[in-house]
């Protein structure tokens, strides 16, 4: 069996009296895609800031790649291999496609931003942006300015920056919040087809279940701040107390 490169025991993080986060532990194995789902308010954000650093964890601990990594500030998790995208588009609107990704390259190879026109000549960079855009499906774009792109082509250009960190630990959140079923069919292909080159571990939060079940090897649900359940896509699609959590808070919703 191999080792896991993530492995989380006991994750809580409370914001007053707010359990954010309640006892979470999970493994993720190498190349591995696990998904995060469950309803608003869940702790799935909260969870992954714990794993990137911007959050201090109440208790429990993280290991990553053998290492403990708990309460490190961000860019040392950043520079162990984890990198993460936001909920929130963050892009600089004004530079083109590919300069957004050359920034990225060029602040990840610690070259000072001012160096950006310089860095815009050298080989190396232009080769792994252009090559990033290739496997976000958005060479066709890269000498278009980023703000006038579509909102799926935005969300899919910051996975490209996500991935100029050179991550072996790649977290998602809600990669397809927000866009068209198209967009969104569109977005779940190219994450599979990076999930299966074998070059990244994927961790994935989302609201729609079609995503889910056709990306997930395995599916940790969360329900305030818990662990409900955890499985493969269809050991989560049988389980009860899944269905119940789900219904259950629909039925609420439907009842208010
Ligand atoms: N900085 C904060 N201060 C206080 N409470 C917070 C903070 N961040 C999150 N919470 C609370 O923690 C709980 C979990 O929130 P979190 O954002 O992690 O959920 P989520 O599963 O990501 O939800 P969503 O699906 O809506 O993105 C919520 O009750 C939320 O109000
Ligand atoms: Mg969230």
Do not use: C, W
Request: hydrophobic fraction near 40%.
């Amino acid at each position: 069996m191999t080792e896991p490169l993530l492995s989380i025991r006991d994750l809580t993080k409370t914001f007053g009296g707010v359990h954010a986060v309640d006892g979470v532990s999970l493994d993720v194995r190498p190349r591995e895609t696990v998904a995060l789902i469950g309803p608003n308010g869940a702790g799935k954000t909260t969870f992954y800031n714990m794993i990137s650093g911007r959050m201090m964890p109440t208790s429990g601990s993280i290991h990553y790649d053998g290492d403990e990594i708990t309460g490190l500030p961000p860019h040392r998790i950043s520079r162990l291999g984890i990198s993460r995208s936001f909920q929130i588009t963050n892009i600089f609107q004004e530079l083109s496609v590919r300069q957004n990704v050359e920034v990225a390259l060029t602040a990840y190879h610690g070259k000072a931003l001012a160096m950006l026109r310089l860095a815009s000549r050298d080989r190396e960079i232009i080769d792994e942006a252009y090559g990033l855009l290739e496997r976000l499906g958005l060479e066709a774009l890269a000498e278009q300015r980023a703000g006038v792109l579509s909102y799926g082509d935005k969300r899919l250009l910051e996975i490209a920056i996500v991935l100029a960190t050179r991550p072996h630990l790649v977290l998602l959140d809600e990669p397809t919040a927000g866009m068209t079923p198209e967009e969104t069919r569109h977005v779940t292909h190219l994450i599979r087809r990076l999930a299966d080159s074998g070059d990244y571990t994927f961790l994935v939060t989302e609201h729609d279940m079609s995503v889910v079940f056709g990306l997930a090897d395995r599916i940790l649900v969360m329900h305030r701040g818990q662990r409900l359940a955890e499985g493969t896509p269809e050991e989560i699609r049988n389980d009860p107390e899944v269905k119940r959590a789900y219904l259950g808070e629909e039925e609420e919703e439907a009842a208010s």
